[in-house]
């Protein structure tokens, strides 16, 4: 009998060559290189946000490696446009080497906006009023109005505005926006004040206003 021993790129191969008087046959062994899995992922960057990314890497075993039942090319494979939640992972080689591995991805929470709306007291005047709370700090405000006027445009509250339609997008330290809308409504025409029995009450900013997260535009 005669063996002699191998070093090949994927491990170390013994092979025994065996003679006996009418037939000869070669066996083959490998020392294997355990499979390793390493991976990194990306959260999203805002609430209800699709951009985390998770990558694994792939080395040892022996190729192809398989992610859940899928066969991929190479040693790394890559999901993408993911929203929060947990992600498992089953990975396994030719030989059936298996590793499983999971992962939590988490966005930022969401941000909470609402307001006490003030309407304008007289018929075509301009005491109408938005009291704006939002449940995180240092964020920027930016206002709008098709149809109103007296904004402050990165003022928090706004007061002296005429009736009509105001927007607010606040963006927070994550650069994620929320957008929402106000009604600030007016007393009926031929009124002249708050005596003059014909003022609106304030309009409930969650029955009139509407909300759009991670950068959609106000309605």
């Known amino acids: 009998m005669k063996t002699k021993q191998f070093i090949i790129a994927a491990g170390l191969f013994t092979v025994t060559f065996l003679f006996g008087a009418f037939s000869s046959s070669a066996q083959i062994t490998q020392d294997k290189i355990p499979m390793s899995v390493q991976m990194i992922h990306s959260n999203p960057t805002c609430f209800g946000s699709n951009d985390g990314v998770i990558n694994i890497d792939i080395t040892g075993g022996f ?3 398989f992610v859940n039942g899928l066969e991929i090319v190479g040693t790394s494979f890559q999901v993408t446009n993911l929203v ?3 992600y498992s992972f089953y990975i396994t080689d030719t030989l059936l080497t298996n590793s499983t591995v999971e992962v939590l991805l988490v ?3 969401q941000l909470e906006m609402s307001a006490t709306v003030s309407n304008v007291s007289t018929f075509s005047g301009n005491d109408g009023a938005i009291d704006l709370t939002v449940s995180y700090p240092g964020v920027t405000y930016s206002w709008s109005t098709p149809d109103g006027a007296g904004l402050a445009p990165t ?3 706004q007061a002296g505005l005429i009736a009509g339609v105001y927007a607010v997008t606040v963006t927070d330290l ?3 926006e929320t957008s929402k809308r106000f009604i600030v409504g007016q007393a ?3 009124t002249t004040g708050t005596n003059g029995g014909g003022t609106l009450p304030s309009i409930n900013p969650n029955i009139n206003g509407s909300n759009n997260a991670n950068g959609g535009s106000a309605n």
């Open 63 to 65: 190729p192809p490696y």
């Open 84 to 86: 929060s939640g947990q």
């Open 107 to 109: 966005a930022p929470l």
């Open 155 to 157: 003022q928090q509250d």
């Open 174 to 176: 994550n650069g994620c």
């Open 188 to 190: 009926p025409q031929g």
